[in-house]
């Protein structure tokens, strides 16, 4: 005989089986920009006034809102414009600092006059200003190979190109590359317009998955920015 409970549960609907998860967790977005030293650019009826470009830069961060900023040519003033919504990774005034959302967490925290880094949410991010001459570059990219922990993003105004990155022996991969997108010159000359010197700005992953890249053109109400465009790179752990 069928007992009444029995009855009851071969009548009620089945629950839905759960959904699988998403492919590969949860997407995390860094942008990173030159953004000009502020003292340059005093003049305030120029459209390169520094304020003028900070205004916008801030809202162009509210815009494409990433968990990481990674700055290069920073100082203290400018900090007003870096929305509330971010915390600066160290207080030590220097250059280039990491700014990361107030809820994310980090640890980890690592100097040097050409690169910061921290490792945010078990992933270590390399903010990146290197220079120009070979043997510091070099210095710089050793210095970054001794920082890898398996999960890593570098990033910045490396100020070379990708097959001189590759050169120096970086252990990590261009995430523009694995993406397939073009190389489009990443340097917005100030003084002469016309001159190019490349993509010299490059996100660069090791055991992370690049979803999508971009660089951003818009001045976002002003005539430029910087003499750098933004990047932004999408990831996957």
Not at 27 to 50: A, E
Not at 141 to 154: E, K, M, P, T, Y
Not at 176 to 188: C, I, K, Q, Y
Not at 204 to 232: K, Q
Request: aromatic share 10%; hydrophobic share 40%.
């Amino acid at each position: 005989m069928i007992s009444l409970l029995s009855l009851l549960l071969f009548l009620l609907p089945l629950a839905p089986a759960p959904e699988p998860e998403a492919d590969g967790g949860e997407t995390l977005r860094v942008l990173s920009f030159n953004m000009r030293t502020w003292t340059r650019d005093m003049d305030s009826s120029s459209p390169d006034y520094w304020r003028t470009r900070m205004a916008a830069m801030e809202r162009m961060i509210e815009d494409v809102d990433p968990d990481i900023i990674c700055f290069q040519e920073f100082l203290f003033p400018v900090g007003q414009y870096v929305p509330r919504a971010y915390k600066r990774v160290s207080g030590i005034n220097i250059s280039h600092p990491i700014f990361v959302r107030r809820s994310m967490r980090y640890r980890d925290h690592s100097l040097n006059i050409r690169w910061e880094a921290c490792t945010v949410e078990g992933i270590r991010i390399i903010n990146v200003h290197s220079h120009w001459d070979s043997e510091i570059f070099q210095r710089s990219v050793d210095q970054i190979n001794a920082q890898l922990s398996g999960c890593d993003i570098a990033c910045g105004d490396w100020n070379k190109g990708l097959a001189a990155v590759q050169g120096a022996g970086l252990q990590m991969q261009s995430a523009r590359v694995l993406l397939g997108e073009p190389e489009l010159d990443t340097f917005a000359n100030f003084t002469r317009p016309q001159e190019s010197r490349g993509p010299i700005d490059h996100f660069f992953v090791n055991g992370l998955t690049p979803v999508a890249y971009r660089m951003i053109t818009d001045g976002y109400g002003c005539e430029r920015m910087s003499d750098h465009f933004p990047i932004v790179l999408d990831f996957k752990k």
